[in-house]
Structures are given as structure tokens and as C-alpha cells.
């Protein structure tokens, strides 16, 4: 299931990051170079600032010092409607609008961004959500109808809406059934494969790492080491080294031999 | 990389080709899908059964794949497609689509006789739940008072400075407006029969008869009931009420009384003080439009009210301070799922606790005229 790299121009670049909440430094200038099509995971202990990083790369969090850019362009700069084709989030809890249906969650952004037809976009919704697997008639639910997997999954539709270029997805596969889970793992890399998506997950869950990620982006101290598995689980780095190496990861390495 | 390319270059669609053999040029995205389906509709009503040519497009996305799946289906045979466009479109036609199905629809008529239903039922189901809850708030609340260590001093004295201290300068301040605006209308009115001195007694009688209860009955329903909701609510949504019953700690006990006990002693404290503050303001008035020096004004109020009228204001308050307290716990701890819900339940508390000070004074005010006081 693990996709070739595809090394193209770095799409999105971060220069010098560097985050601080309150004394404690949580990013002490990350440099972090992302390729058009690749998929790129983002790892760390609790509390090393893996979300925030990803909030920092998707704009929504501006940093202390350093600058992200995209195609070049600093994600500042960019107005509404660029960032809205270019960027797709999946939330943690999915950040599903709570008033509306599953499938005019999927719309919504179609409906403000698009000149499409009604019937269209419903047609478009309808794929979208076969897209990530869910049934037809869980359009019409509202998100506290939904289960967790569910949610996660309407999330990932809603992320798609726009057929963005960078889909950013926090935590995709957490509180899910390990079937389930391995469902998003698949889907991430088929979408990958297919539309030339590139994808950074933030991740805690080990498969979706080492099955899915052409590189992985490890925070630790403050620091952040990029490279593929393989050479990350070579370092000498002492978190990484146990990271890697501890038994859930020897469980998943020798899963997805098997 | 077709996807970098197209978001480069311009983001156009052209039909070109003669009646039988189409193409397509440019690119087919979310953007430009209006405009091809535009452009291709008159073409192929004509000529349902022809060839299309995507071998030129520079991008496609999902929306568009969808289309040109679409396309295949009603016989329009798709030539010259691109590797990478290859696997889209196997990805989009290969799924399983169904239409999105249509929320039943009713009927005006049916719904005005369902809503009307649904809220008769709700409105007999809310008098059930706040009638049991008054019961057993007064019950927990009872028993506190007779077992000492069920009381929590620490929790009750917080509730009372949030409740209470926090609360004088806007309770003070209303109620210095409201006998500045009780004075002004009646100063106009009296005028008119030379009797504006007794200005003054209106003033006084009814801040400390009605106004003064319940303008603070009012505030603090609208700042103290609604925290209890949403303060209670989230605890609810966030599971820290059931936490709190497998450690074998009755939520009743721990939330509910010392709230209900903190706003029983702080409303009629509010109530005196602004019972206090529009005095003040009727002195005010009484200056700027009477022209009655502050000491000669509370002579003049000190005739006008009897010991009776504080009393009848400041009995109220600790009933309705009961009714706010136990409305705003109530709509808590019916916080049902995730935290959406807590909005709702605020706003339905405070509308109740309101609507219950009003209907209670005014039962007051019916107990109050027959007892003769």
C-alpha cells in the first residue's frame, strides 16, 4: 500500500519557525520543506507541538518568527478563496457545524466558492461522501447523529469539497476501530495516488506512519528531524530512537511486513 | 504534476470540434464545471451518441471526473485520456453513488398541528421536570441545612461573591436608572394636577415595593442563572457529572445546593442595596427637576414608606432567588450529548427564570393586597 515519494518543488515551505506560549518554546526554528504529491507525516510526543505546527502550516496560527510560504507566496498573503482551494483541514474532532446536515456541510463551501447548480453540487456531495465510504442516506443526518468513525469521515468529505491541493489531517485515525482506521489509511493513499494530493498528517498512530508517509517529520526537543523511515530509524536522536524502536513500533513494523 | 500546471495557468474550459467529434480544452475542476456543462448541453442534445476528447485537458478534478463519468453513461464515448487522468476517472466512475435522499416534506398545515403538538407535550413535559426538580432541590437543600457537613462553606461563599459582590456595580447602576426614569414620567404626569412633590412617594413605594426586587431579580437571573446553566451544562457535556456519581458524589449536593444557598443569601442583600440606590436616584431626580435638597427629600420619603413596603420588596427576594437557582441548575443538568446543546439550555433558563419571577410577583402583589399589607 506504500506509495512511491514523488519528489517534486517543495509546494509549502516554513522557514525558521519558531512558537512560544507564555516562557515555554515549543518550536525553536523549524525549517520544514513539503513536496507537491508527497505524503508527509508529522510525529511527536504529547505536548511537543505537532498541532501546532500544523495550525502554523495551514495559516491559522501565525507564528513567534519565521515565515510559511506556499508556491512561494506567504500564507498571509493569500486572499479567502485561494486558501479555501488550496488548503482541506480535517479537525481532531472533526469541527463538523453542528446545524447542518452532513451533506450541506459538504456544500457549503461549494455553495460560497462556486458557481454550481444545485442539483450539481448535490450530485457532488453524493460522491464525496461514497468517496469516503460513507452511505447515501447519512447526507441527511446531522453530525451528533454520527458516530466517531463517521465523523471523522464526513470531516474528510468536508475537507475535499473543494478538491483541494494540501489536505492537512489532525489525527485521522485516533479513536477509531483499528478497522476502520486502516479504512482512512487506504483512502489517504488512494487520494494521494489519484489526485496528486499532498497530505501532512499529524499522527500519533503508528501504522498510519509507517504504512501510509513517504517521509515522516519527527518533533522532539524542540527540534524537527525529517527523512524517511528507514534513515529515522537509524538516528541517534534518544526519542527518536525510542520512538521507533519501542514495542508498539515493532508491532506495526512487523504488521505491515507480514 | 497537471495539478501545479493548471493552478498556474489561466483556469479556462473550451468545447472545440466539429458535430462529431468533440474536445475539450483547458481545465475541468470545480470551477469551471458550470461552464463546460453549459457549453457541451446544446451540443449533445443534438447528437447524443458522439466522442469527446480529453486528451487536451491540462487538469481534472473530482467534480469534474464525476461529469465526464456522467458523460460515459449516457453513451458519449471518452477518447485520448491521460495516464494521470486515467486513474481519477476509474476512481470517480468506480463508486457506488446514490442521490442524497430528500428530507420528508410536510405539509404547512400538518407541521403548524405538529409543532403546536410538540409544544403542548413540551410544555407539560418542562412543568413535570420543574416541579420534580424544585421538590428535589428543596429536599437536598433541606437536608443540607439540617446535617452540617453536608455543606460545602467553601464552594456556597464563592457562589455568593460571583452571584453577589461581583454583581452590585450593574445592579446599582440599573437600579439608580430606573427611579431616574420612574421620576421623570412622574414628574411629567403629576404636573399636569400640581402634585408633583408626590414624586417623591412614587419613587420610594415602588423601588421598595416592586422595582427594586425585580430589576435585581431580573439581572441576576439573566447573569447568575444563565452561568448556573452553562457552568452546569458543560460539567454535563463533558461527562464530569457522571464522573462525579461513580465517585459516589450526588451532583445534587455539590452543585445544585451550594448555588441555590449563595443566591437565596445574596438576592435580598441585592435587593436592599438597590433598594439603597434608588433612593439615591429619586434624590437625584428630586434635585434636578423639584428642586428638593437631598435632607428635605428623606424627610419626605421617610413619611411617604412604611417599615411594611421594605419588607414586602425583600420577602419576594429569596423566593425568586430560589426559582432562578433552581431553573438555571435544572437546564444544566438537562445538557443532553456534546456541548451544542448548552446554548440552548441558557437560553431557555433564563427566559423561564424570568417568566417565573414576573408570574410570582404578580401572585405576590394579588397575596399582598388581600392580606392588606
Known amino acids: 500500500m506504500r506509495a512511491k515519494a514523488t519528489r517534486g518543488k517543495p509546494i509549502l515551505s516554513a522557514r525558521g519557525i519558531v512558537n512560544r506560549f507564555g516562557a515555554q518554546q515549543v518550536h525553536d526554528h523549524i525549517d520544514l520543506d513539503i513536496a507537491d504529491g508527497e505524503i508527509i507525516g508529522i510525529a511527536g510526543g504529547s505536548g511537543s507541538g505537532k498541532s501546532v505546527l500544523l495550525r502554523t502550516l495551514a495559516g491559522l496560527h501565525r507564528p513567534n518568527s519565521g515565515a510559511v510560504t506556499i508556491d512561494g507566496k506567504p500564507v498571509d498573503s493569500l486572499d479567502a478563496a485561494q486558501k479555501a482551494s488550496l488548503f482541506g483541514v480535517l479537525f481532531q474532532q472533526g469541527a463538523l457545524f453542528s446545524s447542518l446536515s452532513v451533506a450541506n456541510n459538504i456544500m457549503l463551501p461549494m455553495r460560497e466558492h462556486t458557481k454550481l447548480p444545485a442539483d450539481v453540487q448535490e450530485h457532488v456531495a453524493a460522491m464525496k461522501l461514497a468517496l469516503v465510504g460513507m452511505p447515501a442516506d447519512s447526507g441527511i443526518k446531522l453530525p451528533s447523529e454520527l458516530s466517531g468513525g463517521m465523523v471523522k469521515r464526513a470531516a474528510l468529505a468536508r475537507a475535499l469539497a473543494l478538491d483541494p491541493r494540501i489536505l492537512f489531517l489532525d489525527e485521522p485515525t485516533s479513536d477509531l476501530d483499528s478497522l476502520t482506521a486502516s479504512g482512512i489509511d487506504s483512502l489517504i493513499v488512494q487520494l494521494n495516488a489519484s489526485l496528486g494530493l499532498t497530505v501532512i498528517i499529524v499522527s500519533h498512530d503508528l501504522t498510519t506512519l509507517f504504512s501510509v508517509c513517504h517521509r515522516v517529520a519527527v518533533l522532539a526537543d524542540r527540534k524537527i528531524t525529517v527523512d524517511t523511515l528507514p534513515a529515522l530509524r537509524r538516528s541517534e536522536q534518544p526519542w527518536i530512537h525510542e520512538f521507533l524502536h519501542g514495542p508498539r513500533a515493532e508491532a506495526a513494523l512487523a504488521a505491515r511486513k507480514m | 504534476m497537471t495539478r501545479a500546471s493548471s493552478q498556474a495557468a489561466s483556469s479556462d474550459i473550451a468545447v472545440t470540434g466539429d458535430d462529431d467529434r468533440l474536445a475539450l480544452e483547458g481545465v475541468l475542476d470545480i470551477r469551471t464545471l458550470a461552464d463546460a456543462q453549459r457549453a457541451l448541453r446544446p451540443r449533445l442534445e443534438r447528437h447524443p451518441k458522439r466522442s469527446l476528447d480529453i486528451g487536451n485537458l491540462r487538469g481534472l478534478d473530482t467534480p469534474g471526473a464525476l461529469f465526464l463519468c456522467g458523460l460515459r453513461e449516457r ?125 417623591i412617594d412614587l419613587v420610594a413605594v415602588s423601588m421598595l415595593r416592586e422595582m427594586g426586587v425585580l430589576i435585581t431579580a431580573i439581572m441576576v437571573a439573566g447573569r447568575s442563572g444563565s452561568a448556573f446553566t452553562a457552568e452546569i451544562g458543560v460539567m454535563k457535556a463533558r461527562q464530569e457529572i457522571d464522573a462525579l456519581e461513580v465517585m459516589g458524589l450526588a451532583p445534587l449536593h455539590m452543585l445544585v445546593v451550594p448555588r441555590l444557598i449563595a443566591l437565596v443569601i445574596t438576592l435580598p442583600l441585592l435587593t436592599f442595596f438597590a433598594d439603597v440606590m434608588g433612593i439615591i436616584g429619586g434624590a437625584m431626580i428630586s434635585q434636578w427637576l423639584l428642586h428638593v435638597a437631598p435632607l428635605q427629600y428623606l424627610d419626605r420619603v421617610h413619611h411617604a414608606v412604611d417599615t411594611s413596603d421594605l419588607f414586602v420588596g425583600l420577602v419576594k427576594a429569596p423566593v425568586f432567588a430560589f426559582f432562578i437557582a433552581t431553573i438555571g441548575c435544572m437546564h444544566g443538568l438537562r445538557v443532553k450529548g456534546s456541548a451544542e446543546n448548552v446554548g440552548r439550555e441558557t437560553t431557555r433558563a433564563v427566559v423561564k427564570a424570568i417568566f417565573l419571577v414576573i408570574v410570582l410577583d404578580a401572585l405576590f402583589s394579588v397575596f399582598f393586597e388581600r392580606v392588606g399589607l
Open chain 2, 75 to 199: 453513451g458519449v464515448q471518452l477518447t485520448g485520456t491521460l495516464a494521470e487522468h486515467q486513474s481519477l476517472l476509474d476512481l470517480v466512475c468506480g463508486l457506488d453513488l446514490k442521490p442524497l435522499p430528500k428530507a420528508a416534506s410536510v405539509p404547512r398545515w400538518r407541521e403548524l398541528v405538529i409543532q403546536l403538538g410538540k409544544g403542548a407535550d413540551d410544555a407539560w413535559h418542562d412543568m413535570h421536570d420543574i416541579i420534580t426538580f424544585v421538590g428535589r432541590a428543596a429536599n437536598a437543600t433541606g437536608l443540607a441545612l439540617i446535617k452540617p457537613h453536608l455543606l460545602r462553606p467553601a464552594s456556597i461563599s464563592r457562589q455568593v461573591s460571583e452571584t453577589g459582590i461581583n454583581a452590585l456595580p450593574i445592579v446599582g447602576l440599573m437600579a439608580v436608572m430606573i427611579s431616574v426614569v420612574i421620576g421623570y414620567q412622574g414628574v411629567a404626569q403629576l404636573r399636569q394636577y400640581g402634585g408633583e412633590e408626590f414624586t
